[in-house]
């Protein structure tokens, strides 16, 4: 089974003339990106360690290995790095990485199945989950929150939700 990867950074193209590269990073403290390396490309052929060497606005610069000029860093641009998701530290019992929510199966208190989870999006306030329903193929959002989704089991991939009446009636039928 291959390995799950997960996106934790984009290459923005060139930073400066001597290869370094404008870093957009994913994770939470945005300078621990390089904590995680190697970082790989999507396919996992092309590997790269990084140093960081500066804040930029929405960015950082960062120097790759392998990157000595800024042709080399300007084709780069649009890049995703990946690591591997074994390499994320453990959470508490009640937090979850984004990764590992989608795809869960979503029940209904009565075990129902509803459908299941397309997406998590923040757009700032807190995560909503997009699930997909099974019944109409429609999504709906879901805010993400102890009240709304009692149940997470990742082992058993499913979470068990309690949506505000009427959110679920259009799209279930």
Do not use: W
Not at 116 to 133: F, Y
Request: charged share 25%.
């Amino acid at each position: 089974m291959p390995e799950v990867m997960i996106m934790i950074g984009a290459l923005a193209g060139a930073f400066g003339v001597k290869g370094e590269v404008r870093l957009k990073s994913f994770t939470s403290d945005p300078e621990a990106i390089a904590e995680y390396c190697p970082l790989f490309t999507e396919d996992g052929n092309r590997s790269f360690d990084v140093q960081l060497t500066g804040k930029l606005k929405n960015a950082l610069s960062a120097k790759l290995s392998g990157v000595h000029t800024k042709k080399q860093a300007d084709d780069l641009r649009g890049l995703q790095l990946f690591v591997p998701r074994d390499k994320f530290p453990q959470l508490p019992e009640d937090e979850f990485y984004h990764a590992d929510l989608v795809g869960l199966r979503a029940f209904d208190a009565g075990g129902e199945e509803l459908g299941h989870i397309k997406a998590v999006q923040n757009h700032g306030a807190t995560d909503l989950l997009e699930i997909l329903t099974e019944k109409t193929g429609q999504s709906v959002l879901l805010p993400f929150t102890r009240i709304n989704v009692p149940t997470v089991d990742i082992s058993s991939g499913k979470i068990i939700i309690d949506p505000p009446d009427g959110l679920l009636e259009d799209v279930i039928k």
